[in-house]
């Protein structure tokens, strides 16, 4: 089948199994068009929690599949592709963090969400780039915190509020890659550009950028800007969705290395047309996980939407 034919057996697939797809805006062009609703991690999570679909199709990596498993344990949640992992959440092995987290005793574990489930069930609270801040700030000053897995975002929620959490040391290989000295240079050769970066970027690409947000932050940010350029420092993906909604502005991507001048999640890409349709055709990869796992893991999710609400980060 061609691509077109693709779309539309996924499309007929979708309504005759009441299947939701939910992509990340980091998923490919063309899955982006088909997903029902596209979004960051945050929002898919929320999402997730409301659906109420008799499929979940999760076109993203293996943790937000898993997190979308863990809010809805009846309901079948399906992977394109299971090799579709994380650098960041394999940064964090769970006999590791739970010798770490034995090691300091009198602090809670805040986690990002991209790690497995194995350690969102050792923490007790998840966090987003975009909630992550005001979740940290809502909490006791002297509240001592291990945050993991994510060192930069660690960092940066570090920087913005005084805080000192104690950090695990693990990074998103495409966002940690990105180097302020190619931003500086991109700045050189487009002065009239604002830097905009997502937090997992390093301490010192942060420091040179003109706004520091999650990927639903930036977008908002463009929205509202009265600029016309952008210095776009996070995984190319998202560019789809900021040309779509601004068709008047101009975005440049910081490359992540010296090597190419593309920004990709490998990892991201790997969710395909054919890959998509043949979840929906066979019902599989699923994810599968104990009652046990999916309980531990979803109290501190489920503290995270609840924290959100009150602090009016999400309706």
């Known amino acids: 089948m061609n691509n077109e034919q693709l779309k539309q057996e996924i499309v007929r697939l979708k309504k005759e199994k009441n299947a939701i797809i939910l992509g990340h805006y980091y998923q490919r062009d063309e899955i982006q068009d088909l997903s029902d609703y596209i979004g960051d991690s945050l929002a898919l999570a929320q999402k997730a929690q409301e659906c109420n679909n008799d499929i979940i199709v ?6 937000m599949a898993e997190t979308a498993k863990i809010l809805n344990p009846s309901r079948k949640v399906l992977l394109p592709d299971m090799e579709a992992s994380c650098s960041l959440a394999e940064s964090c092995g769970g006999d590791e963090f739970a ?31 975009g909630n992550a801040e005001k979740l940290v700030r809502a909490l006791p000053e002297d509240q001592k915190i291990i945050f993991a897995p994510d060192k930069n975002l660690g960092g940066y929620i570090n920087s913005v509020t005084s805080r000192n959490m104690l950090l695990w040391n693990g990074v998103c290989m495409v966002h940690d890659a990105m180097h ?27 420091k040179v950028a003109d706004f520091v ?14 600029n016309k350029k952008f210095i776009v420092a996070t995984e190319t993906g998202i560019l789809y969705e900021m040309r779509k909604n601004n068709p008047d502005k101009e975005f440049i991507v910081v490359p992540s290395g010296d090597s190419c001048n593309c920004a990709d999640c490998s990892y991201m890409k790997l969710n395909t047309l054919e890959k998509l349709y043949a979840c929906l055709r066979d019902e599989t990869p699923e994810i599968i ?8 893991a979803k109290k501190p999710i489920v503290r995270m939407l609840e924290m959100s609400k009150q602090l009016g980060i999400i309706k």
Do not use: W
């Open 58 to 63: 999760f076109c993203g990596v293996h943790f």
């Open 99 to 129: 010798r770490f987290k034995a090691e300091h005793p009198d602090h809670m574990v805040i986690s990002y969400i991209n790690c497995s489930a194995e350690i969102k069930a050792l923490s007790d609270l998840i966090c987003t780039s």
């Open 180 to 206: 302020a000295e190619n931003v500086l240079k991109l700045k050189v050769e487009h002065p009239d550009a604002a830097v905009i970066a997502h937090p997992e970027c390093n301490g010192a690409l942060l």
């Open 213 to 226: 947000g999650s990927t639903k932050a930036m977008l908002n940010y463009i929205a509202q800007s009265d």
């Open 289 to 296: 996980m104990s009652d046990e796992m999916i309980e531990r």
